[in-house]
């Protein structure tokens, strides 16, 4: 569908419906774009196990591929925790030295710890959830995990995030601090407490929630910079959104094109054209075969002309 001749007003209408498909702020997972690296000589990649998942500083960044590499952007300066998963492997956390590049082999064990292997079966239902049905069963292999270990932080975040795909906020809640009473400094379950309050309509306590993430991670948290700037650009807070979602960007270094979407929307809502054109054609770099790119190309071409002070009138189709 063409959207030449949409008012703004439509056009951010139909970009909110779109984003509203897309899993944003479950940042982990990250990795929809291609890994984009300045050189080789730059570059940080992980040799371990195929299809293993790969963490920095919480932050998801990946999976290996079918020989058991990934290859990272350059990471800020400072040490790093690097955090390696895969299905029936004992996971491993590890410190990267300040300034490392090259290759990092990350060896991984078997493991026969039933909790972890229940854990590992969770993540993986979640994350191919698609309906109630298969998001019930992630529920009940996390609950698997927990009566074997009780005292098991991820599990409760994991479940947290699918309660709340199922719109069970409260059950997510005492997840949540469930999740503290064994780590009290918990960045990832501080962002996700902000994702539930947004989703049950509580924005005062979710922006304390998302700003509590950001101070337990040291300003490092960018599901919870995203969650945060999307709760000020509601209520029209878009220069504090803005810087949100570019901190976000930074810290993400490009791996998650759908902040460039969001980044989009909120400089078209302030008819800052020209900026919200750089974002929306970053977004079409970065993800060129994603299923809303023909949508944000027609946007584009509308936008072009509002930066070049050109009206357009509006056209036979009103979606409102």
Known sequence: MSLLGFTSRSRLALIVLLLGAV??????????????????ANSLTISTEPNAIVWVDDI??????????LTLAVLSSGRHTLRVRANGFKEVVMVLAAGRRGNVVVKLFPTSDEAEIAFQKAETLREQAKDDESRTRAVTA??????????????????????????????ALAEIDAARRSRPI?????????????EAAFDDEAIKSFRRAIREGR?????????????????????EAIAEYRKAIEQLSDTEPVIYQLLGAAYERQQKYKEAVDAY??????????SIAPAIRSILDQLKRDAAGEEIIPCCLNLF
Do not use: M, W
């Open 60 to 69: 998801r960044r990946g999976k290996t591929d079918t020989a058991g590499k």
């Open 186 to 198: 918990y960045p990832e379950a501080s962002a996700v407490e902000g994702r539930i309050y947004h």
């Open 23 to 40: 899993p944003i702020c479950s940042l982990p997972p990250v990795g929809a774009a291609p890994q984009r690296t300045s050189s080789r």
């Open 219 to 239: 300003g490092f948290q960018p599901e919870a910079r995203v969650g945060l700037a999307r709760v000020l650009e509601e209520k029209g807070q878009y220069e």
């Open 142 to 171: 996390y609950r698997l995990a927990l009566k074997l270990r009780s005292a098991y932080p991820a599990a409760r975040v994991g479940l947290a995030r699918v309660l709340l795909d199922l719109n069970d906020t409260r059950a």
């Open 281 to 290: 054609e970053k977004f079409l770099v970065l993800a060129p075969n994603s």
